[in-house]
């Protein structure tokens, strides 16, 4: 039952090792975190994941495929979700308008969203699969407002149902509560736990938040200048010596 597994990934820049023989892996259905001090090499991982760079040694695989033959394209076809360490929103675009350029994409419909937008008249299955979401990520009541009009923590739910409408089986997160309160924080901890309980969505979740990775994940990987310094459960981790001294100085 491993969905996804990276064996010994490694990616160099111009003289910097961000990622140094790095092996993660992922079981169906299962909340990872993948943590660490900043500059460590988790975006970079993801984007290695993502198809976005390529690693310079190692191999990753997902659901059976090994993913250097899937072309970046395809990876959200076959079931890996992702949203950014930036909200990546359109501004001028609704919410539901959001979740259904994502619906289209999800089917291959060959109209460009623009197209979408315009047109304006989505077909009924497409709508309902559309308020399904909306309700399960709790946004029904916002769902004509353009997402500019959202707060910082509204936006970021509004991606992680974007992201949602492809039905990933496995979902990156990246940062998921960077910029928000308490309780935003709260809240986008809540939902994850819900999509993952009534979807069975596993997750690998980027995280600064040290409350929030205890609170969701089973299993956690440390990284430290792009080096696995410890993988394990959080209670476990957060004990090692090296992880407490990798995090010295950091705001955690
Ligand atoms: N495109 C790039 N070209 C050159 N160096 C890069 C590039 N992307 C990342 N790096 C370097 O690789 C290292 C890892 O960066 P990365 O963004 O993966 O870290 P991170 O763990 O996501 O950090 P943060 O918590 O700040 O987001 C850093 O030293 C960074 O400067
Ligand atoms: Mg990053």
Not at 205 to 217: A, N
Request: net charge negative.
């Amino acid at each position: 039952m491993t969905l996804f597994e990276a064996r010994d990934v490694s990616k160099k820049f111009a003289g910097i090792m961000a990622l140094d023989n790095v092996s993660i892996d992922v079981n169906d259905g299962e909340i990872v975190g993948l943590v660490g001090p900043n500059g460590a090499g988790k975006t970079t991982f993801f984007n290695c994941l993502l198809g976005l760079l390529k690693p310079d040694g190692g191999t990753i695989t997902f659901d059976g495929a090994e993913l250097s033959r899937v072309p970046t394209h395809r990876r959200a076809r076959i079931g890996i979700g992702r949203t950014f360490q930036r909200i990546e929103l359109f501004s001028g675009m609704s919410v539901r308008e959001h979740l259904l350029v994502a619906e289209r994409a999800r089917r291959g419909d060959g109209r460009l969203w623009k197209d979408v937008i315009g047109m304006g008249r989505p077909r009924p299955d497409e709508l309902a699969r559309v308020d399904a979401m909306l309700e399960l990520l709790g946004l029904t009541a916002e769902a004509d407002r353009p997402v500019e009009m959202l707060s910082l923590g509204r936006a970021r739910v509004v991606e992680l149902a974007r992201a949602l409408m492809i039905e990933p089986k496995l979902l990156l997160l990246d940062e998921p509560s960077s910029g928000l309160d308490h309780a935003e924080t709260a809240e986008i901890a809540e939902k994850l736990r819900e999509v993952n309980r009534e979807r069975g969505t596993a997750i690998l979740i980027v995280e600064h938040d040290m409350p929030m990775v205890r609170s969701l994940v089973s299993r956690v990987f440390v990284l430290d200048f792009g080096r696995l310094i410890a993988s394990g459960s959080v209670d476990e981790v957060f004990d090692d010596d090296a992880v407490r001294k990798a995090y010295i100085g950091d705001n955690n």
